[in-house]
């Protein structure tokens, strides 16, 4: 056993690192509290960063940051989206958007709003089928890739287009309708009719949006239906009973 001396030293050392230790604990925390935004200290608000911060992140909002274009106000997902584009062949074919300069083209006139929504929920890299409908054989003719993310769809403004809505700018100011630029990625090696689509409506494909609400021009695809249908590409046509 140490002598009482020895033990008096070093238990006034032992309180003196702990009151040290306490002093730098509240420093240190003092610190983090003026640092926070959420903090009620330093002059904020609470949940609020400096007015400055705010304005800053709403300008790189709406210009669209480096893709150019207001962006759209939809959260961000993770992982590849997949989607569905019905065009009319006669208006707008898959080798229309082949032949578009600069290799990708602008997909306006979207006047759903389910459509909407979806198309404004698109980021470069999706990846979509390209459908072609109102024709003598509908179905998916190739897969096409978002190339630039949604933005306030011009003609739906322009009152010379016949997609001029005259509601194209809501009550606040903020665009009612969207678009997106889209380029091929390749034509499919053969025809996926909707007629063969649909003979897989109660299995692989059962409560697929081209099958319940096919009127949608922009339609989500989930993987599983992705697959499914690349799949059926490499397989001989399947003729309806």
């Known amino acids: 056993m140490a002598p009482k001396r ?20 509240g420093a240190e925390a003092a610190s983090v509290e003026a640092a926070s935004p959420d903090s009620k200290g330093g002059g904020g608000s609470p949940n609020k960063a400096p007015k400055r911060q705010r304005k800053a992140k709403a300008d790189k909002a709406c210009t669209g940051g480096a893709e150019g274009g207001p962006s759209a106000p939809a959260p961000v997902p993770q992982g590849v989206q ?18 578009e300069k600069g290799g990708s083209g602008m997909w306006d006139g979207v006047r759903n709003y389910q459509a909407r929504n979806v198309l404004r929920g698109l980021r470069v890299g999706d990846q979509g089928f390209f459908y072609h409908s109102s024709c003598a054989k509908p179905g998916v003719v190739g897969v096409c890739e978002v190339a630039r993310w949604a933005y306030p769809d011009p003609t739906a403004v322009d009152e010379a287009h016949k ?28 025809l996926v009719t909707l007629e063969e689509l649909k003979t897989h409506a109660t299995g692989a494909l059962a409560g697929m949006p081209l099958l319940t609400r096919g009127r949608l021009s922009v339609q989500p ?3 599983e239906q992705w697959a499914f249908i690349l799949g059926l590409e490499g397989q001989d046509p399947v003729e309806p009973r």
């Not at 584009?85 to 080798?95: N, T």
């Open 6 to 25: 020895e033990r008096a030293e070093s238990s006034s050392l032992t309180a003196a690192k702990r009151a040290r230790g306490k002093s730098r604990q």
């Open 82 to 99: 997949h989607f569905l584009l019905k065009s009319e062949p006669h208006e707008y074919s898959v080798d229309d958007l082949a032949a």
């Open 163 to 190: 997609g001029f809505d005259a509601q194209g700018t809501a009550a606040n100011g903020e665009p009612r309708w969207w678009a997106v630029d889209v380029r091929l990625v390749r034509k499919l090696s053969r």
């Open 221 to 223: 695809v989930t993987p």
